[in-house]
């Protein structure tokens, strides 16, 4: 039995080498078809990935080239809205120029009736209002009704340039406003003659209005006068009267400046006077003033330098080389340099209170001139409107020759009061500046007296014991060694 045991154990020890080696060699296949199929995977793996990777880069050049694109599709879709923004503001321009020409063009047709003389009624009346009812019914043709009213202004300028030459026509004129006469025209500028085809009427046409479009001509009898011979050869004396006798009145009734201003009567003369006065006033003001001279900051910073340098006496004789209101105020500074701060701020105020009014002396008397004039000339108004309503008491409202003094008075007297006003109280703005100006140059040296005691307590602090709390009380006054 025993021997049985050991026989089937060493066929057992024997067998179990041929097993495990059958194992390993299925193992082994197994393992070699495993890594035969991973290879197999990652082959197929890596041929997909490439796949992937190429469609990858395709899709980004795509994405690039369609981000481009677009880019250049937002620009190009920003340029044309800047383009339709620009054409709207353009069509927004245009309409506006378009309405303002338009306006002004039809004002020009309006007021272009009101221009011509009654003579020229038959020439340009009718063709300016067919033009104007042309206009008025393209209001939904802009060209048209552009075309239609330039058409006035056309006619305008070619009536303007008939008449800077002469214009002759023939036509009709009313004879003493009442009579219808068939002759020749010649437009002048202001001036129309007339001369008719019969019985030798000639005459000047009046700027009255008749009520049609013919003119009312007055006949002119002058020695020099030939007007219907001018007309028939274009050349000759005419008689030059625009106002139509007019003219020679107010030739006339021209005067002088001494006799304008004598119907300003009293008031007009003391307003006059006051002018004059503020005038003089102003011209010594601006030369005081200008004369009055003011250190330079370089003189300044000696005259400190000296000062901080313990030499008070140099600095005074440098003082002293200063003139005028501004000597007193270095002079006065430097004096009281090493005093308390208080004490220098005081005294140079002092000395600045008391510049103060020599640069505004005569000043108010401008401002009061200034508004005094304008009052001074209602007060001439009002005088003259008095004597305008005695002489309509006296002598009624007949004749205007009785009352006219005393309305040329309340007009003269304003005007001269006004005259006198305004440059006064423009120079009276331009002085008080120039003086405010020059005091502030009178501030600025004290000021700069005043913060040079700055520098000496700064120098005195230093040289004190800062431990001794005695040090602290020590009199700003007392000068450096």
Do not use: C
Not at 341 to 360: C, G, T
Not at 452 to 460: L, V
């Amino acid at each position: 039995m025993r021997l049985a045991s050991h026989i089937l154990s060493f066929t057992l020890l024997a067998a179990a080498p041929l097993a495990a080696q059958s194992a390993v060699d299925n193992a082994r296949k197994d393992l070699q078809k495993a890594v035969a199929e991973l290879n197999s995977t990652q082959s197929e793996y890596a041929d997909l990935r490439r796949g992937l990777y190429r469609e990858i880069n395709r899709l980004d050049d795509e994405a690039l080239a369609l981000g481009k694109q677009l880019k250049e599709l937002q620009r190009e879709e920003e340029r044309r809205t800047a383009t339709v923004k620009t054409l709207e503001r353009e069509v927004e321009a245009r309409k506006t120029e378009f309405n303002y020409s338009s306006g002004i063009l039809n004002q020009y047709a309006k007021a272009l009736p009101t221009r011509l003389h009654p003579a020229e009624n038959q020439l340009y009346r009718e063709q300016i209002s067919r033009l104007e009812q042309s206009a008025g019914s393209a209001a939904d043709d802009p060209a048209k009704e552009l075309a239609d009213r330039a058409a006035v202004l056309q006619l305008g300028i070619e009536r303007l340039t008939a008449v800077a030459g002469g214009h002759r026509f023939d036509g009709k004129a009313l004879r003493n406003g009442s009579e219808a006469v068939d002759g020749t025209l010649l437009v002048t500028g202001p001036s129309v003659f007339f001369a008719a085809k019969q019985d030798g009427f000639e005459g000047v046409a009046t700027f009255a209005e008749t009520g049609t479009e013919l003119p009312t001509v007055v006949a002119i009898k002058s020695a020099g006068a030939n007007i219907a011979g001018a007309l028939a050869h274009g050349g000759g004396s005419l008689p030059f009267d625009g106002t139509m006798g007019k003219a020679i009145e107010v030739a006339a009734a021209d005067e002088s400046l001494l006799e304008t201003i004598e119907k300003g009567g009293v008031v007009g003369h003391a307003i006059l006077l006051l002018g004059a006065v503020s005038f003089l006033i102003a011209l010594f003001k601006l030369w005081e003033v200008s004369r009055i001279t003011v250190p330079s900051r370089s003189v300044i910073n000696a005259i400190l330098d000296d000062l901080l340098a313990g030499d008070a006496e140099k600095a005074m004789n440098k003082a002293r080389s200063v003139d005028g209101p501004a000597g007193d105020l270095v002079r006065t500074g430097v004096a009281m340099f090493h005093e308390k701060r208080r004490v220098l701020e005081e005294a140079l105020f002092e000395k600045l209170v008391a510049i103060k009014p020599r640069l505004d002396r005569f000043l108010p008397f401008l401002g009061l001139t200034a508004a005094a004039a304008p009052l001074m000339g209602l007060l001439g108004t009002v005088l003259g409107i008095i004597k305008t309503f005695k002489a309509m008491a006296l002598y009624g409202t007949g004749n205007a020759k009785n009352f006219s003094a005393g309305i040329s008075e309340a007009l003269i007297t304003t005007a001269e009061g006004l005259i006198v006003a305004i440059p006064v109280l423009v120079i009276h703005g331009l002085l008080k500046s120039y003086v405010k100006g020059r005091f502030s140059q009178f501030e600025a040296v004290g000021i700069a007296l005043v913060n040079g005691t700055t520098e000496r307590e700064r120098r005195n602090e230093g040289t004190n014991n800062p431990a001794d709390p005695e040090a602290e009380d020590l009199d700003l006054a007392t000068s450096p060694a």
